[in-house]
């Protein structure tokens, strides 16, 4: 198995919060390395605390012990920073199809979030509705029920939904 | 400079330098974490939580990255539940009650101002695991400094009575200031080698931020503190850290090497 093989066959790990994105995809798996008898995979969290890091670094372990790699070690690292611009086209595409609304291909060139929605003269960013498709949408709280997202709402169709950020 | 060709000389300050760091990050995020189903409202529940867990993301890597450095096979784990209150090195500021939503603002925004100018200076540290935590822990800061820095200016200038609790709380907290600055052998050990950034240049940025703010917020800071708090970075804290360990720590004490 070549390190390519290995990371196909990662492909196969989900991220457990959004299961319709793999970590490949995700742009979570940095390098893949195979040294004598053991693998070593290196990864980068999405964010520091996000409690599924565990839950990925078994599933990478399990995935590759069962393709008879027995020898397998996961590094976590940080630098670089991940960014959402490590995001594939389709994993954007997968998201916006299960309903969350993906974040802007250039993280630095998106328009902050609003901290405190109610309190501010409305200039927010533009982010369309993963449903409808309508851009008559505004933020309802820059925070979300994981630390990646941001809770929006449709005007137009009438439906919460979750953004994405850009990090 | 890595973990491998790290000079053994500077390996205890580094350990003690990555404690202060990461027990600032660890009992902070506890106290973020005891808002959670008490916020004001659900959103800013939420808020919270959720700064409440990248702070407890901070401090595993930090911990983590301690342990690795000090070499005797201590895990994040082992550093935040088997030690006790005198061997934490939190600044008193981060241990505090969480007291009411002002003044758990107030030190957000206090301390979220420190940590953004901190991790933004620690991205040079020669010190490369160090630098990759900081260029990491950095963006996720700014979420909770733009956060705290915005309630700041609605409650400062807002009511009579979320401008009284805020002024309050402000000035219940700048006594706890002075340690975040506060240089020692230690830290200057490693600013030498550049580790550590220079905590000058950083209190003269930190204090011109907060300033404007505070301005725009109509706050003010107290004139002429009589005495600031310190001896966090030594191990001596204050009352309330024992209880927030007894409660944080409980279940590793109860039950020696539990696994969830």
């Known amino acids: ?53 565990r839950t990925i670094e078994s599933e990478i372990v399990r995935t590759l012990q069962a393709r008879g790699f027995q020898q397998v070690v996961v590094h976590k690292v940080f630098r670089e920073p991940w960014t959402t611009d490590w995001m594939t086209d389709e994993a954007r595409e997968k998201l916006r199809a299960y ?41 309802t709280s820059a925070f979300g029920s994981t630390a990646c997202k941001a809770l929006f709402f449709c005007e137009a169709c009438r439906q919460p939904f979750e953004y994405f950020k850009p990090l | 400079m890595n973990l491998e060709t790290l000079d053994t000389a500077i390996r205890p300050a580094l350990f003690e330098y990555l404690l202060r760091l990461g027990d600032d990050a660890l009992i902070l995020g506890h106290r973020l974490s005891e808002w959670c189903g008490h916020g004001p409202y659900l ?49 008193q500021m981060v241990e505090l009650p969480r007291g009411d939503f002002a003044f758990t603002i107030v030190r957000q925004f206090l301390f979220a101002t420190y940590a953004c100018l901190l991790y933004e200076a620690l991205q040079q540290s020669v010190f490369e695991p160090l630098a990759g935590i900081a260029a990491k822990a950095l963006k996720e800061m700014r979420y909770h400094l733009r956060h ?38 230690t830290l200057q050990t490693l600013t030498q080698a550049h580790i550590a950034p220079d905590m000058t240049a950083l209190y ?49 004490r109860a039950y020696p090497g539990a696994k969830w």
Do not use: K
């Not at chain 1, 995809?25 to 409690?51: A, K």
């Open chain 2, 204 to 252: 003269s940025a930190w204090n011109a931020q907060v300033m404007t703010t505070l301005q725009e917020a109509t706050l003010t800071v107290p004139e002429n503190p009589p005495y600031m708090a310190t001896g966090g970075r030594r191990g001596h804290h204050t009352e309330h850290l024992g209880y927030l360990l007894a409660e944080m720590q409980f279940l590793q």
């Open chain 1, 1 to 53: 198995m070549t390190p390519a093989d290995i990371l196909e066959a990662l492909t196969e790990v989900r991220d457990p919060e959004i299961p319709v994105l793999n970590i490949v995809e995700m742009g979570i798996v940095r390098d893949v390395r195979l040294e004598n008898d053991t693998v070593h995979v290196d990864i980068t969290p999405t964010y520091t605390g996000c409690p599924a890091m």
């Open chain 1, 99 to 139: 309903g969350i609304a993906p974040p802007p291909p250039r993280a630095e060139e998106a328009p902050d979030l609003i901290p405190l929605p109610f309190f501010v003269e409305r200039n927010e960013p533009s982010v369309p509705c993963p449903f409808c498709g309508s851009e008559q949408t505004r933020q």
């Open chain 2, 43 to 91: 959103e800013e529940d939420i808020a919270l939580a959720n700064l409440a867990l990248d702070c407890l993301g901070h401090a595993e890597a930090l911990l983590t990255l301690a342990g690795q450095v000090e070499g005797e096979g201590r895990t994040a784990d082992d550093l935040a539940f088997l030690r006790d209150a005198y061997e934490f090195r939190n600044a």
């Open chain 2, 148 to 185: 705290s820095r915005e309630w700041i200016r609605c409650l400062g200038d807002g009511t009579e009575e979320s401008h009284r609790r805020t002024q309050n709380a402000l000035d219940e907290l700048w006594m706890y200031t002075g340690e975040l600055f506060e240089v020692d052998d």
